[in-house]
């Protein structure tokens, strides 16, 4: 419903964004609300579109794989993972094992490191600041290791197209393996802060449901899709990586928790079951790396010439901490790839916000907004022009904006 | 009592200054107990002085769609209402100010005015958090009222059935704690309610988990969010003061204890120490009633307040309640 | 303690060392860019000192001697941050600009280029003196 109507229909409308203490990221909101319920919905993303497949389309892949490092601020590995997947298919380029359990162990890490980075920000918006920090400390411990394997804590630069640009030494391979074992420590009493918690029971229990039906319906991805019991995931569905090899089944709410339910609280059960899912898959991968190169081909000038050659079209889907992404590329022998369409996972998880905020209260808004991990930045790739009339500001723009209001202000 | 009309202006003038000193200081105190158990290093004790400068020298910034003489007048009449408490109450050793005008009856309604003056001001922002925050603010009002009422009847109920006159007055509580009167029985109902009172006390200055009016996530500030500069800096003066006020109710009612006079210290050694214990106890009940509270708990929604005080802590308080009366009438029979 | 199983973790934490850390100094100086315009000068120190991970990616050095001019680099720099200037046969790098991928350090036929641990780089000027590589 458009704001618009929607003012007609109920008492009163309250705007949430596109900025606001209750979104991480900026997305515009409208709620009819009748008392504190939530009657009508509207969101208009949009608001943080960079233009980045712009600039990919200047460039070469082995450029934008670095850029695609920064479509996203947390999950540093999914998107230049995907990309050089669908890369490698168009240009039959062969990825060594190697590289392949390499990807896959950073690819978890990394699903443990968002997950508990989704925990934190999921008590702070439940105003339990103390949990959000416990959350936050605990995961600083897989950011040290990612720091360790890749360099750098967020962009991590180690996706190349045909591999992987650093290997895992003994020495990392240990320091992986304890921090393993910290994390299996931890499980436990992860699990009974958050669950066992009357307050976190009380504000999140049959709050934010999604049922299976609308889950299904609105295509969600991800973790949002598995509270609501679909059991869907790329890693189990379409293997990828080392995968294939693996043990790897959809985490579903259990039935000890009285199976799934499709709120918040089963969401936040399925991301704290998948971290441990996470560190049982880097154990197995720890366990069977196989020797041999990382890289298909080590000369850059040469993987240039190769892919400067390449046509075709190709599909990277990986399975993100929040949910299937996806990479379309077309290159047609030029430079630059002729087309390329990023789909964040986020972008299949947001019109669930509908159904799971109609009838909650204006309460519990912060925290069903927050329960599908939405990630704005990576899905926005578009911005809205109106009447002719254009949203989007640029800095001239805003420079402009800007001095008017100060000559406004000192007449 | 105070008799003469300067002595009564420096009394007032002495409290003012004193519950804004100290209430600062307990905010400071607050965010570095909360800090630690969060294992946070947090601010210097004296951050809460620095906000408050800071804002001061800040511009007020009245939203066009506002009321202004409402929008500016609340945040004075919110801190001027807080210090007025004060004056009823008994702060260490001393009287209170104005002991002779009042009880706890009139402590009570005062309670509410600070709270009133704030609801005045949400409303006048004409912003929707503003709005959503001030209705919220006045639910939870209505909510904590009543297990605060249970509180204070049960305790002035066990005066008067003692035979004392005058069970309402702050002097008749002092010279006579409830304590003495009761037995084992009465002992727990007083704990109960003592329990009860510590669990009102957050509602009251809204902190988490009942700080719905102002829920930081959901209303960016809620019934604050319009407010800026020396308004803003007014209301966390009473924010602070309503600290010492309630924790120096919570001692009045439970801890009217004078230990220098116990120990049979007197002059100017016996009030200093009586201040001493005095301010270590609010110290004490400021830890538990908001920093404890509030680190260990998410924020309820606002039905949730309501029903955790109009259910559990009305069943808690009457619980109380029926136990100091039981307690009574056993030690009649 | 039954329905909030985190209050004992917090007493614990209460008396225990805070796991923040006073950063860039033990206490607040008068002015945080003053302060670390000293470090670089190297008068004083960040507390606690910040080890960097083995493979860090900081500032980029370059060394201009052993560089030959066949700007590869370019090529593969995803930020444009390489500009090669023709008068000198050299390239110049932008590190405001540059993201920190160490693409070119791999793809330099002379390992011209390397990525140091120096990461406290901010300023308020693009093209300061600092943010200039050449
Ligand atoms: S490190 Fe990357 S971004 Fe920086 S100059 Fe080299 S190639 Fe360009
Ligand atoms: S790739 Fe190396 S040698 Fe070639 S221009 Fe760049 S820095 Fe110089």
Redesign the interface.
């Known amino acids: 419903m458009s704001a618009e109507k929607a003012k007609k229909t109920v008492p009163y409308t309250v705007p949430i964004g596109p900025v606001h203490p209750a979104l991480k990221e900026p997305v515009m909101f409208t709620f009819g609300m009748e008392g504190e319920i939530v009657r009508t919905v509207d969101f208009a993303p949009g608001q943080t579109h960079r233009g980045i497949e712009w600039m990919g389309m200047r460039r070469n892949p082995v450029q934008i794989v670095h850029l695609t490092d920064r479509i996203c601020g947390i999950c540093g590995i999914v998107h230049s993972l995907s990309f050089a997947r669908a890369v490698e298919q168009i240009a039959e380029i062969e990825v060594p094992e190697r590289a392949d359990y390499i990807r896959t162990i950073l690819h978890e890490l990394e699903r443990i490191q968002s997950h508990l980075l989704w925990a934190g920000v999921a008590a702070h918006e439940l105003g339990f600041d103390s949990l959000f920090y416990l959350a936050w400390r605990v995961r600083e411990q897989s950011m040290d290791l990612i720091e360790n394997l890749t360099g750098n804590r967020v962009n991590y630069g180690i996706v190349q197209i045909g591999g992987v640009r650093r290997d895992i030494s003994d020495e990392q391979r240990a320091l992986v393996e304890k921090g393993l074992d910290y994390y299996q420590g931890l499980l436990d009493q992860m699990a009974t802060l958050f669950l066992k918690d009357s307050t976190i029971l009380m504000r999140c229990r049959g709050h934010g449901i999604l049922s299976g039906d609308d889950a299904r319906l609105l295509c969600t991805v991800g973790p949002t899709a598995r509270a609501s019991g679909l059991n869907m995931d790329v890693r189990q569905d379409y293997p990828y990586c080392a995968y294939g090899d693996l043990d790897v089944k959809a985490i579903l709410p259990p039935p000890e928790t009285g199976g799934p339910q499709g709120d918040v609280y089963d969401r936040i059960i399925v991301r704290l079951l998948e971290v441990g899912q996470s560190i049982g898959i880097i154990r197995q991968c720890l366990g069977q790396l196989p020797a041999g190169e990382i890289l298909w081909e080590p000369k850059m000038a040469k993987l240039l010439s190769v892919l400067k050659k390449a046509e075709g079209e190709g599909i990277g889907r990986v399975e993100a901490p929040r949910g299937e992404c996806m990479h379309y590329v077309k290159m047609a022998g030029k430079e630059a790839p002729d087309s390329w369409k990023v789909k964040a996972s986020s972008y299949s998880n947001l019109m669930s916000w509908i159904p799971m905020l109609q009838g909650e209260q204006l309460a519990d808004i912060p925290i069903i907004v927050a329960s599908i991990d939405p990630c704005l930045s990576c899905t926005d790739r578009v911005a809205v022009t109106r009447n002719g009339q254009s949203d989007i500001l640029t800095k001239e723009d805003l420079t402009r904006l800007s001095r008017e209001k100060t000559r406004r202000m000192m007449q | 009592m105070i008799e003469t009309l300067p002595a009564l202006l420096a009394g007032a003038v002495l409290v003012a200054a004193f519950s804004i000193i100290i209430g600062l200081l307990l905010m400071g105190f607050d965010r570095i107990v909360a800090a630690r158990m969060q294992a946070r290093i947090g601010p210097p004790l004296t951050q809460p002085f620095t906000d408050i400068r800071k804002l001061l020298a800040k511009e007020n910034v009245v939203p066009e769609n506002a009321i202004p003489w409402l929008f500016n007048l609340a945040p004075i009449i919110a801190l001027a209402s807080a210090i007025t408490i004060l004056f009823y109450l008994p702060i260490g050793g001393f009287a209170p100010v104005l002991s002779g005008g009042g009880d706890l009856i009139l402590v009570m309604y005062l309670l509410t005015l600070p709270a009133l003056a704030l609801v005045a001001g949400g409303f006048a922002s004409g912003s929707p958090y503003a709005t959503v925050g001030a209705q919220r603010e006045m639910v939870t009002m209505i909510a904590y009222e009543f297990p605060l009422a249970i509180v204070v009847v049960a305790i002035a109920w066990r005066l008067a059935a003692a035979g004392i006159s005058l069970p309402f007055s702050l002097a008749t509580i002092e010279a006579n704690p409830v304590w003495g009167l009761v037995g084992p029985l009465g002992a727990i109902g007083l704990l109960i309610l003592l329990i009860v009172l510590l669990i009102v006390t957050p509602a009251e200055l809204s902190r988490v988990p009942f700080d719905t009016p102002e829920a930081e996530t959901e209303l960016a500030g809620g019934i604050l969010v319009e407010y800026s500069g020396k308004n803003l800096a007014l209301f966390s003066l009473t924010q602070g003061v309503k600290t010492v006020a309630m924790a120096s109710l919570v001692v009045a009612l439970f801890f009217p204890y004078r230990l220098a006079a116990i120990a049979g210290i007197s002059g100017f050694a016996g009030a200093v120490i009586d201040l001493l214990v005095y301010i270590v106890l609010i110290t004490l009940v400021a830890f538990i009633s908001v920093s404890v509270i509030r680190v260990a708990m998410a924020r309820f929604r606002i039905n949730q307040v309501v029903s955790v005080y109009w259910i559990y802590l009305a069943i808690a308080g009457l619980a109380g309640l029926l136990l100091v009366m039981v307690d009574q009438i056993m030690g009649v029979v | 303690m039954?329905?909030?199983?985190?209050?004992p973790?917090?007493?614990r934490?209460?008396f225990?060392r805070?796991?923040?850390?006073?950063f860039p100094s033990r206490h607040l100086p008068p002015s945080i860019t003053g302060f670390l315009a000293k470090v670089a000068r190297g008068e004083a120190t960040i507390h606690p000192p910040i080890p960097t991970?083995?493979?860090?990616?900081g500032k980029i050095v370059y060394d201009r001697e052993a560089c030959i001019g066949c700007s590869?680099c370019l090529?593969?720099?995803?930020a444009h941050a390489i500009e090669f200037i023709p008068e000198t046969k050299r390239v110049r790098i932008y590190v405001t600009q540059c993201?920190?991928?160490?693409?070119c350090n791999?793809?330099c036929p002379k390992n011209a280029l390397h990525m140091s641990h120096e990461f406290l780089l901010a300023t308020e000027d693009r093209y300061a003196e600092s943010q200039i590589v050449e």
């Not at chain 3, 805070?18 to 006073?22: V, Y």
């Open positions: 039954a329905g909030l199983p985190l209050l973790e917090l007493v934490q209460l225990s805070p796991a923040t850390n006073a991970p083995p493979k860090f990616r590869l090529r593969v720099c995803p993201i920190f991928c160490s693409q791999d793809v």
